[in-house]
């Protein structure tokens, strides 16, 4: 099947690779969001377009898609195909190619429908969760489906760990049932409305962690948010992001919640259930993202608890 392949982050770049390892399908083109300015203003490209013209696939970086319909149109592909794209596709869109456009959603359609899927499943403690080929219409995540894979979620994964499995697990299935599209033998099953559930954008306030939680609940929250945007409290005043941590067996502890205690190699935590989180993987403000004994190596000045605001 010829494709034109949609999408943006390094999720997309690893389906695209199942997709092309296939071989039984076409990228034509693949379409990506625009280059942005990173640090001191230079400009920095998507992971699909360096993965594209790194593989010689014509790429396309347009502010809006849908100013570019007789384009598409041009390109002359059977089907559309969007993973982690970030950009609304009008109904011109959907009507470019023969079979429209086929998503690579990051759960099991009904569930947790919207721009947060596997955050959220990490985030809510799931176990599980799953990636879905489905049609795209207008209305976010609302086709009919035409296949679907379940992935699981350890104790230790992180968002972009889940993203990892999701990509190997969702381009295989992509392929897969595009074959069975273009042979038609594909199925599509329309969404049991009683059991649609939504996952909004991850807001700025959720970011920030509150550790008088339940340690479960506030490592959760760190790993369904590490990478992007990632998790963050307060260290000596400044802000501190965590990308990971683990909970450290037998360390029930009476210190109040945010409270640390420094090891050697160790940098834990009391959380509001008394049990105690080891940070495995931080940042502290202008510096770089490291492990925690590393950290620790370099550090000066130990402040006894982590706090809620700026300065404190």
């Given at each position: ?9 390094l ?25 942005k ?24 970086d ?48 009904p ?19 799953g ?30 760990s ?11 299935l ?27 954008k ?82 502290a ?25 700026e300065?404190?």
């Open positions: 099947m010829k494709i034109i392949f949609l999408g943006s982050p999720f997309s770049v690893n389906v695209l690779k199942q997709l092309l390892s296939d071989g039984n399908h076409t990228v034509l083109a693949a379409v990506c969001q625009p280059d300015k990173g640090n001191r203003n230079k400009m920095t490209s998507c992971e699909v377009k360096k993965f594209a013209i790194d593989n010689g696939i014509p790429v396309f347009w502010e809006n898609i849908n100013d570019h319909v007789e384009k598409l149109k041009s390109i002359g592909s059977d089907v559309l195909v969007t993973a982690a794209y970030g950009q609304m596709l009008s109904q011109d869109v959907l009507n470019v190619a023969k079979y429209g456009v086929i998503n690579v959603h990051g759960s099991l359609l569930k947790l429908r919207g721009a947060s899927p596997v955050q959220r499943a990490v985030m809510e403690g799931w176990n599980e969760t990636v879905t080929i489905v049609k795209s219409v207008l209305k976010m995540d609302a086709g009919p489906y035409l296949s679907q894979a379940k992935v699981e979620i350890l104790p230790t994964d992180t968002a972009d889940v993203f990892d499995k999701m990509a190997v697990v969702g381009g295989r992509l392929a897969e049932t595009l074959t069975e599209l273009e042979e038609g033998r594909a199925t599509y099953t329309e969404q049991d409305l009683n059991e649609v559930t939504f996952c909004k991850i807001k700025a306030q959720e970011e920030k962690i509150d550790w008088t939680q339940p340690a479960n609940v506030v490592s959760a929250r760190i790993r369904g948010l590490s990478s992007n945007p990632s998790a963050y409290t307060y260290f000596g005043g400044k802000r501190f992001k965590v990308f990971n941590c683990v909970l450290a067996d037998g360390n029930q502890s009476d210190k109040r919640a945010g409270e640390i205690t420094y090891t050697k190699k160790q940098l834990l935590v009391t959380c509001g259930d008394g049990n105690t989180l080891s940070l495995t993987d931080v940042q403000a202008e510096g770089k993202r490291m492990r925690a004994a590393d950290f620790l190596n370099g550090l000066k000045v130990r402040p006894d608890a982590f706090s809620d605001e300065g404190l």
